[in-house]
């Protein structure tokens, strides 16, 4: 992708069809793909230094006139950020919340809100804040860093629930091509753009549609549990760390926690990944108490939180 940005105004002209199948079949396809092969760093740790550091590179290049690895390093930033800020996300049930939000606060912003006033009024802004896309002979598409976060964090969230992650990855890429296209031939709020967002949102909802339903009645149906805890606080911590639960501290020296069920005095959690979720568990200091083991029903572990309570992860058969 960098050789090609770097040789693209050498290349002859092309019509305007043809730019348009060049960056809808082939450059956007081939960026988007970097996303698939980066999401297994979503659980590494530091990520938010590295895309901070990339930002600030990103700021140094441009200054330095080098747009090519500024671009670069701008999308790479922006991708390590947004598979940081997937680890806030405690239950599936929120990204599908912000999925169903987003259509509607991005197409509002770029009709009358701050979006149509910086494209407009500040292009130098929107341009700092985009990843260009450079067509052959002269021209190009921008894709602002917004759009590959959420990209990003719809693709991590699909291979976190285990989703459909090569669906969610194809219709995404026929939401930005289906925007592009709108962009060229349409462009119906006369600023020579279109938000990304809705298409991609939609496309993430749309690929999933019976996960979503599945997910959104599940956490619906958790039960809140209060249970004792010294520090209410790190206990709450603990458990949003540990085990990606709801979990909030209590004034009364006890934190309520959202589970799976509860049974003899246990907290039960099911889990889709159980190795992975027991190294997350004790490396956030959970104690083990019957390690991972075949049970009639999957397998499953027990342990204790540093407060002592009792809980279990259960990986379904």
């Not at 396809?29 to 600030?56: C, I, M, Q, S, W």
């Not at 049970?295 to 002592?308: S, T």
């Amino acid at each position: 992708m960098g050789a090609y940005a770097a040789l693209a105004r050498r290349l002859p002209d092309l019509p305007e069809w043809a730019d348009v199948a060049l960056m809808a079949g082939v450059l956007l396809p081939a960026t988007f793909a970097l996303v698939l092969l980066a999401l297994p760093l979503r659980e590494a740790r530091g990520l938010a230094l590295v895309g901070l550091a990339l930002g600030v590179l990103a700021v140094v290049l441009t200054r330095a006139d080098l747009a090519v690895p500024a671009n670069l390093a701008k999308f790479a930033a922006a991708v390590l950020v947004a598979l940081w800020f997937l680890g806030l996300f405690e239950r599936a049930s929120w990204i599908v919340a912000v999925a169903a939000l987003v259509p509607l606060i991005d197409a509002v912003s770029v009709w009358r809100g701050p979006t149509r006033h910086i494209v407009t009024e500040r292009p130098e802004v929107f341009g700092a804040f985009s990843v260009t896309f450079p067509l052959p002979a002269a021209g190009g598409f921008q894709l602002g860093l917004t759009d590959v976060v959420f990209f990003t964090l719809f693709l991590a969230a699909a291979a976190r629930w285990k989703m459909r992650v090569g669906w969610t990855w194809l219709a995404m890429m026929a939401g930005l091509d289906a925007t592009i296209v709108l962009t060229v031939y349409a462009d119906p709020f006369g600023l020579g753009g279109l938000p990304a967002l809705p298409g991609l949102s939609l496309a993430f909802l749309a690929a999933n549609a019976d996960q979503v339903v599945r997910i959104v009645r599940r956490d619906n149906e958790r039960v809140t549990v209060t249970l004792p805890a010294a520090d209410p606080a790190a206990a709450a911590r603990f458990y949003r760390k540990a085990l990606r639960a709801r979990a909030a501290p209590a004034d009364d020296a006890t934190v309520r926690v959202a589970a799976d069920w509860w049974a003899d005095h246990e907290l039960g959690f099911d889990v889709r990944d159980l190795a992975r979720a027991h190294e997350r568990a004790t490396r956030n200091g959970a104690a083990v108490v019957q390690p991972p083991h075949e049970a009639p029903w999957g397998r499953a572990a027990a342990y204790r939180d540093p407060a002592g309570n009792a809980f279990v992860l259960v990986e379904r058969a």
